[in-house]
Structures are given as C-alpha cells and as structure tokens.
C-alpha cells in the first residue's frame, strides 16, 4: 500500500476559505440558504465551513443540518456488508429554501443522487447546490457535477481518495492510497 | 456488529444482547424517520412481504402493514376467517402458495405455540412472529424494552413487573426474556391461577400482592385479562379481579415513588387499569404504539438485508 500526500493542512485550510467566500459571494447573509453535511464524512467538512462562516466572516445565520442517506441508497443489499445508518438532524424546514449539500469527497454521484431524493421528505426546496472538497473526476456513474469544489483529482478507481480532519483523525489532510 | 445472529424473528429466546442493541439504534433512526413531513423511504422497494394472521389483530397488523409501507415493501394481507384455511388447507401448503407468488418475508400470528419455527424450518422465506398462541410476541417485547429504554435512559439495572394474566400471554414470555437480557430484574405478579407454574425457573421473582409488587418496580407492564384463551374460570369476578390486581390512581399515588404504566393493549378499561391511570403521565401506554412501528421497521429492515435475491 502507498500513499501520496494531495493536501496538507494549510492548503486544505487555504481551500476552506476559498470555499467560505465563494458560498457568500453567491447567498450574500444566508437568509434562505442552508447548509446540509451529508452522512457521514460530509459531517465535518460543514461543521469547519459553519464555523468559519460565523467567526471569521461574521455571518450569524447560518443554519446547519445533517442528512443521513443510508435507507436511500441504491446498493442496499448489493454489498457484502449491510449498511449502518447516521443519524439526520434538520432542525428546520428546507420549503422554498437554497439548500447546500457538503460532502468531502464526490465519487460516483450515487449518494447525491441519493441525497436529492432523501431531501424531498423535509419539503420542496427552492434550489440545491453541491459543494465538495475533492472531486473525482472521469469516474462519476451519474450526471452529477459540483457546484463548489476544493480540488480536482484524476484517480483511477482502485485508488482511495482520504479526507482526513483535525477534529477527527488528528491532521487535516487529503492522501489518495493506492492499494 | 451490524448484522444480525439470525435470519428469522421467531422468539426473543433466539436472540443475543447485541441483536436487541442494534434492533434499538437502527429504531431510533426509523423514529426520526416517521417524524418527519414525508415519513417514507425507499430501502425496500424490492422485498414483498406477505401479512399472514390466522388470528385476530388490530394493532399489531396495522403496526406491521404501516412499517411495511414506511420502508416501500409490497405488502399483501391475508386473513385466516376469508380464506381457504377453513377448506382444509394445510399452514405450509398456504405458506407455500403465497411464497410461489415471489414473497420474499413471512409476517405471521397463529393461535399455536411454534407455529412460526415450524414455518421457518419447512419454508423458504424470512419470518417474523407476530405471535404464536400462548408462546412468543418478539416485536412485542422489543418495542416495549425499547419504550423503557426511551424513558427511563435504560433498561439495565430496572425493576419491571408484569402484572396479570401470565399463563396465556406471550408478551409476558417474550418480555422476561427481553428484559432479561438487557440486564433487568423481572418479577410477575398475578393471581395463583394465571401464573404458570415453574415460572420461577425462568429467573423471575414471583408475587401474588400487587401492592408489594408496585412498590418494588421501577415499571409496571399491565396486561390484559385473556378471557378468550380461557375454558376455565380462573378467579371468582371479574370485579374480584379487578380490587386485587387492578391498578387505580389511589393505590399508585399511595406508593413511595413515580413508577411507569405500560399495557401492551387492548386494554380493558377499569379492569386491570383504570382509565385516569391509562391516561395520566405515567403511563407510556400510547408511545409503546408509536414506537412499535420504528421497532418494526427495523426489525423488517435488518432481516431484509440479510436475503439475498
């Protein structure tokens, strides 16, 4: 197994402020907008966006959920091992609003696609953007692009793409492992 | 852990602590599920599954048929009064024609006790029992831990009673062996008559004074006096029944401390509880019904990622 480093912390830290200011420059104060992480790993990359929307930018309404896509998957009972649930936490309706779907890593556009179903049980909203941190190019199943990305990167498919955080996994970091 | 030891939910008896544990976690994503605007997923469009009850209900089949649908499972029912059970059919020559129809999960009641094991042993398909004659309620007694679990933090460490008819009822069965493996103390308290009689072999403390009962628990689960299991009279009154073991407002606000009301339902109203009880805070007789359908989704759920097409 081997692995190349593609971001260290002070990019990664770097792209996250790009990230911030391209959300402002398209919601301005995020009246009607939202910010969805998706389960699980999207979880952290909205929680660092979240909250350097708040504290250093000085945005105060930022409202923040998460959404778990497991019973809305197209692969249940197709892999080896069940899938495990997360837990959703939408704490406000989502009718009529701008909706902005986080996740790390964007692969095959599956659990997108997923997503946009599993979003319509909290009502209609009026637009959904998708923002992620890496997207992998040239290996998307569906015809699902992001509207925000962190970086680019051409992987083959038996390569891993790793999203590692400080909170979580002690380092910011992106690694993409080849087994 | 996330899968679960067994491919049928026959009895509680079959099942391990972490089976209950993940029962539980996989309910409490469901819960939130069916609080939502739009209370549907689609994690099952490819199962049918086929309501099989050759005795009478109403919660527990529309408990079931609504998990069902919740989760996107076809869903066809079947009654034992209109069908050709009263022909002479046998319960696996039925079982089978229904399964040839590609069903893929059994959601049974029967009035005898194992009817569902013997199912399961000469069918091909998963099944659920949703209760065998006087033997096993498994969804019963989980979503009852699961209601427990819900208000009281936890199961472990509890004192729950079961009050009433023990003999004919397997809520009581399913339950001791639920709560028992999570780790509670159970005691069954009831007239002489309706307690059967090695029970205490089961590990469950035994008392036939309500008052001492309630005192000592945590949780009263009230069931409901089975008159329809019964050929015999097995105490004097109904009216006699009901100064000895049923519960009034006076006797638990005589008691030293809050305790739970549980009744698994249909309940028979200034019998065995009296309706200000039924409706007071103390009694989670109608969050054990909500909750009953999360606890079968997931049932329902972990059992159909387990076949494989």
């Not at chain 1, 190019?137 to 680019?152: A, C, E, K, T, V």
């Not at chain 2, 049928?8 to 008896?13: D, M, N, R, S, V």
């Not at chain 2, 399964?99 to 013997?118: E, T, Y």
């Amino acid at each position: 197994m081997s692995q190349k480093v593609l971001l260290n912390a002070k990019e990664v830290n770097i792209i996250l402020h790009r990230l911030a200011c391209q959300l402002i420059e398209n919601h301005n104060d995020f009246t009607d907008t939202v910010l969805i992480g998706l389960q699980p790993r999207g979880k952290y990359l909205a929680n660092r966006l979240a909250k350097m929307l708040k504290e250093e930018y000085k945005i105060k309404n930022i409202q923040l959920g998460y959404l778990d896509i497991t019973f809305f998957r197209d692969d249940f009972r197709r892999g080896e091992k069940p899938l495990e649930a997360n837990t959703t936490e939408i704490n406000f309706l989502v009718e009529d609003k701008n909706i902005v779907f986080i996740d790390d890593v964007l692969y095959t556009g599956r659990s997108i696609r997923a997503a946009l179903t599993a979003i319509q049980s909290f009502g209609r909203p009026n637009e959904i953007e998708l923002l992620t941190l890496i997207d992998r190019r040239f290996s998307r199943h569906l015809p699902i692009q992001p509207d925000y990305r962190g970086r680019q990167v051409d992987a083959i498919n038996e390569e891993k793409v790793k999203v590692n955080w400080q909170e979580n996994d002690g380092e910011d970091s992106v690694y993409l492992i080849n087994n | 852990m996330s899968e679960l030891s067994v491919n049928h939910l026959l009895g509680i008896k079959y099942l391990n602590s972490q089976d209950i544990q993940l029962i539980f976690e996989t309910a409490d994503h469901f819960k939130e599920v069916i609080n939502r605007p739009i209370k549907k997923v689609p994690s099952l469009r490819d199962i049918t599954i086929a309501n099989l009850f050759f005795e009478n209900s109403t919660r527990t089949k529309l408990s079931f048929e609504l998990a069902e649908k919740r989760l996107s499972a076809d869903v066809i029912n079947f009654s034992a009064s209109q069908s050709s059970v009263k022909k002479g059919e046998t319960l696996i020559d039925t079982v089978n024609n229904i399964l040839s129809m590609k069903v893929d999960m059994v959601v049974m009641r029967h009035p005898n006790p194992g009817a569902s094991v013997f199912l399961s042993q000469h069918v091909n398909a998963s099944i659920i029992n949703a209760g065998d004659g006087a033997h096993e309620h498994p969804t019963q007694a989980l979503l009852d831990s699961y209601s427990i679990r819900e208000r009281l933090g936890s199961v472990k460490g509890k004192n729950v009673v079961i009050v009433g008819d023990i003999l004919h009822s397997r809520v009581a069965l399913s339950n001791i062996f639920a709560l028992q493996l999570q780790g509670a103390s159970v005691m069954v308290c009831g007239p002489k008559t309706l307690l059967p009689k090695y029970i205490d072999k089961l590990g469950v403390k035994v008392e036939t004074n309500l008052r001492k009962a309630l005192n000592w628990c945590d949780v009263a689960n009230m069931l409901r006096v089975q008159n329809e299991r019964m050929e015999i009279s097995y105490f004097p009154s109904t009216r006699e029944y009901t100064q000895q073991y049923g519960v009034n407002k006076a006797l638990l606000d005589s008691l030293d401390k809050e305790i739970t009301i549980m009744h698994p339902g249909p309940i028979n109203r200034g019998v065995e509880i009296t309706s200000d009880v039924a409706d007071s805070k103390q009694a989670i007789i109608l969050d054990q019904v909500q909750n009953g359908v999360a606890i079968r989704m997931a049932v329902i759920y972990l059992l159909a990622s387990k076949i494989k097409h």
